[in-house]
């Protein structure tokens, strides 16, 4: 049997709006590779956008390096990182030549090619091409091979794709997938994809849930169906969405691992983690998700009234709160000041009682001629404040008819 783990998306160097996540950032991959000592895996798979940007900040770069030579137990442990739409490819792919010999592979490109190398330590990377490495273990009878698909970006693929426009994305990468298979996985053993893309449910549940049909790819991904993945995988490691998922239950070996942090405010609640997966050739894979600790909770929270969110925010001083407050008057700065000593990671959206009552009867807007009142009902909208009456002479003032000297 071998052993692998699979974690994606860790956008290292990632913040939300201003605020940093760097401290959470090390203490959830001070958690994985406690994870991965204590559990032993003889791979560790990282589904891409290891960084947030291409671009990275130089803390975020050491803190991807670092983490990934923890990883490798001093190249006892093979580690494969591929680029997500986040990555650089060429940045993720330049310490290649450095890396592997330490025991840490990186793939930039669809169609990258790893060389390959022996090790001191049990195990060789034994036959390569573009996309796959074969795995060979002392301990093993039987080869493990890895398909790496990097975030497949359809411009640079044109080459691949020929006049074909991007909706044949998934076609092609299945009958590349498919190519590989038949040149390289005849014997028995076993078989992993790991790809940085939008799997999605299957079309029919696909179309249902998005009757519009209005977006068919996420970060520029096109969609890419269970029915393209080939039959012979015995796991997809995925990268690209945030939730951890198997992308349907008819196939519960094609899965996102997920980021290890919330990343958003749409992840808020979620439980992260890390999936521990059992392979054997011929056997379905068994998946055991690992959930993970580290990181602050995400939490949107509707207060009705101000003496409610100073209530709430003593009460969560470590999360991070995207507060939308109820207030009678304008939030001054003193209100603020209040807020924000209870929990410096807070985003406050007050809305007035008033603009709310104004801003559910939309058939009265712009009913009158008057354009002081459009004004008023604008900034209403826009800021959710009436304007104060400084304001409303400056809006005058501009129109010219202001009479005051
Ligand atoms: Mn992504």
């Known amino acids: 049997m071998i052993r692998i783990l699979h974690t994606a998306d860790w956008h290292l160097g990632k913040k939300l709006e201003h605020i940093s996540r760097l401290e959470e950032q090390k203490a959830a991959m001070m958690e994985i590779v406690d994870i991965v000592e204590r559990e032993n895996p003889d791979l560790v798979i990282v589904a891409g956008d290891l960084f947030d940007q291409f671009n990275p900040p130089v803390e975020a770069q050491d803190l991807l390096y670092k983490t990934l030579k923890r990883l490798t137990n001093e190249g006892r442990r093979p580690v494969l990182a591929i680029a997500g739409n986040h990555d650089s490819p060429d940045r993720i792919a330049s310490v290649d030549p450095l890396a592997r010999y330490n025991g840490i592979f990186f793939s930039g490109y669809p169609h990258t090619k790893i060389p390959a190398i022996a090790t001191d330590w049990g195990w060789q990377v034994a036959n390569t091409d573009a996309g796959l490495l074969e795995f060979r273990w002392d301990k093993l009878d039987y080869p493990v091979r ?5 975030f497949p970006n359809e411009l640079r693929l044109k080459t691949y794709l020929g006049d074909q426009d991007g909706h044949n994305l998934a076609t092609f990468l299945s009958a590349h997938w498919q190519q590989l298979i038949t040149d390289h996985c005849n014997s028995p053993g076993v078989n992993i994809l790991t790809a940085h893309l939008f799997a999605s449910p299957p079309r029919e549940k696909y179309e249902e849930e998005d009757g519009e049909r209005a977006t068919l790819s996420i970060g520029g991904a096109q969609v890419v169906f269970p029915e393209y993945f080939p039959a012979q995988i015995n796991y997809a490691a995925l990268g690209h969405l945030h939730r951890p998922h198997a992308i349907s239950s008819a196939t519960p070996h094609i899965c996102y691992s997920g980021s290890p942090l919330a990343y958003s405010f749409a992840e808020a609640g979620q ?34 009234s101000l003496s409610d969110a100073l209530d709430f925010l003593g009460k969560v001083p470590d999360s991070i709160v995207d507060l939308t407050v109820r207030v009678s008057e304008y939030l001054d700065a003193a209100d ?70």
């Open 146 to 150: 890895v398909l790496h698909t990097a």
């Open 271 to 304: 439980q992260k983690i890390v999936n521990l997966v059992e392979l054997e050739p011929g056997k379905p894979a068994r998946v055991i998700p690992i959930p993970l600790q580290a990181g602050k909770q995400l939490i949107k929270y509707n207060a009705p």
């Open 336 to 405: 603020r000041k209040a807020l924000f000593n209870l929990n410096p990671n807070v985003f406050i959206r007050p809305i007035s009682d008033q603009v709310q009552q104004q801003l559910t009867r939309p058939d009265t807007r712009y009913a009158s001629g008057n354009i002081e009142d459009h004004f008023q009902q604008y900034f209403l909208e826009s800021e959710k404040m009436a304007p104060s009456a400084e304001m409303m002479n400056l809006f005058r003032e501009i129109l010219g008819t202001e009479t005051n000297p």
